[in-house]
């Protein structure tokens, strides 16, 4: 995911904003894993993926590497082997543990790293409280940087998680179940029509954003139609019954090699019971909803389905262009479903939260990107290659970090995280 410099301007309250920011997102991560059993946090499924107790310590160590030891004086690590332990990608920072490895680290213990979490913050709320007017500026800026970065660990965290008890036959649940909703407004499509012309796309600089979210810089866009809500499950089905795993000339190339390769026949965590489609979530097994919004797809199929539709996907621009319309809400982290919920309104919905949702954009950098430099601006730029973006938020993002400008990218076989899609087509 992304992460790199932010845009932030400090205010005459930017040591409570900061200070806020901070205890909350930090809270946020402990209150995920309450009640889970360290045996849980230390899964490790794939490569892809990074046990949950590994997300808890890369996010502080984030803090001690690029605030801490900056601007502390004499700063002392609370373990130096913890620099090699919890680095994720940045090379400029140091050496790194295996990624697919991560798992095999049972020491620390999970309690040795609640109590790194506990250090680094009491160092973090002192820093704030005695730092300089002259070096405050720059600690407000990487403080928010490094809170946003731990908000797409939240993500990561139950994600991967996920992922984890997806292989356990006992389908435990990260939550208790909840009833499925009766009400939707998702059988009818609505399709949303923008004139196009030349627009402009990228962060305005209001606010913090992460630096591959910019320059802001104009771009031509052809009339377009978007659809005004995401995929359903529904939909889906019909899309299967209509043979669209089996039909090679609705996909790509190396999609369809991934398909026969893996054996899709299904969104992951899809399975069939007394004739029934059920899938495993957050939440444990249940039903399919056939009105929520399909998740669990990679790109390869997002993109099969539209062509089966007869329409397209959306390219970036579209997508944010249109986003700009619509105010920033949806169903984040906070509202505590942990799955993608049915669209009830009419018109464009759905932009933010449920389903992170696949564009037909690669990732790559907008005219005039520079990263920043040092280790810090590497997580961005050296990943534009080989990806696709998707734009939103999904139902485990938190609702502070979902902007239109905001460039989500992943590979385009990968299917853990809750991504989805909407329909686009020509004028």
Known sequence: MAGSKARFEVADDARDHVSTLYSRTR?????LVEGLAPEDLGLQSMEDASPAKWHLAHTSWFFEQFVLDRFVPDYRFVDERYL??????????????????????????????????????????????????????????????????????????????LH??????????????????????????????FEGGLVEIGHDGEGFAFDNEGPRHKVY????????????????????????????????????AEREAQGWTAPLYWFEQDGEWWSFGLR??????????????????????ARWAGARLPREAEWEHAAETVAVDGNFLEGGHFRPRPALASGLSQMFGDVWQW??????PYPGFTP????????????????WVLRGASCATPRAHARASYRNFFHPHQRWQFAGLRLARDA
């Open 221 to 256: 866009l052809e009339p377009f139609d978007l659809a005004g809500r995401l995929v359903t499950n529904r939909e889906w089905c019909a899309f299967m019954e209509d043979g669209g795993y089996e039909r090679a000339p609705l996909w790509l190339s190396d999609g369809w």
């Open 359 to 364: 564009t037909q954009s690669a990732y790559s």
């Open 84 to 161: 090699y332990l919890f680095n994720s990608y940045y090379v400029q920072a140091g050496a790194r543990f295996s990624r697919p490895h991560r798992g095999l680290v049972s020491r620390p213990t999970v309690n040795e790293v609640l109590d790194y979490r506990h250090a680094v913050d009491a160092a973090i709320d002192d820093l704030l409280a005695s730092a300089s007017e002259e070096a405050f500026p720059e600690i407000c800026e990487l403080i928010e940087l490094g809170c946003h970065h731990e908000m797409q660990h939240q993500e990561l965290l139950l994600t991967d998680l």
């Open 284 to 305: 444990g097994a249940q039903p399919v909803d056939p009105d929520a919004p399909v998740t669990h797809v990679s790109y390869y199929e997002a993109d099969a389905f």
């Open 27 to 31: 809270d946020r991560s402990l209150h």
């Open 372 to 387: 920043p430099e040092g280790a810090i601006g590497e997580y961005n730029g050296k990943f534009m290659v080989n990806q």
């Open 164 to 193: 984890a008890f997806s292989f356990n036959p006992t389908r435990p649940a990260f939550r208790a179940p909840e009833p499925l909703a009766v009400q939707s407004r998702a059988e009818t499509l609505e399709w949303c029509a």
